[in-house]
């Protein structure tokens, strides 16, 4: 059993939801920012689980697939469109700190390899890449909404 939130989300603006089936959240802060994404009237379209982007494994050296969380669109305050996709991730899986064990250090490496490539697919395909992590999602312990 999972410690994490998980379950489908019902969008409130369905024609803002350009992903295919139901949204499906793996946290409590995807569950957040789909909130976000269906909400805010400046997210023109969002989809959960869009994009498949191939990439080696850093130990296996496997060729695979990452699946990012969110691709949005979204219109800026100068009315300027915008692309991204979003990774949602905790500040431990994103960078190695202090003392961490074998397994989170991989976990790391194994993050980095996939927005490595992810980085490039959106470089090449004119897309912003971002990893959100609680300094990001969370100011003085409480969500941003």
Request: proline content about 5%; some cysteine; charged content about 30%.
């Given at each position: 059993?999972?410690?994490f ?41 969002w ?37 991204e ?13 202090g003392?961490?064990?074998?397994h ?42």
């Amino acid at each position: 059993m999972s410690n994490f939130a998980q379950g489908t989300f019902q969008p409130q603006n369905p024609g803002k939801y350009v992903g295919k089936g139901q949204p499906r959240y793996r946290s409590g802060w995807e569950l957040s920012f789909f909130r976000f994404c269906d909400e805010n009237p400046s997210v023109l379209e969002w989809a959960s689980e869009a994009i498949v982007i191939k990439y080696q494994h850093p130990f296996t050296r496997r060729i695979t697939n990452y699946v990012p969380d969110i691709f949005m669109r979204y219109r800026d305050q100068h009315g300027k469109i915008h692309s991204e996709i979003i990774e949602i991730k905790p500040r431990k899986q994103s960078m190695i700190e202090g003392k961490m064990n074998e397994h989170d250090r991989a976990v790391v490496a194994v993050n980095h390899a996939k927005w490595a490539a992810a980085r490039a697919w959106c470089m090449r395909s004119k897309i912003e890449f971002r990893v959100l992590t609680e300094d990001v999602l969370f100011r003085n312990g409480t969500k941003k909404r």
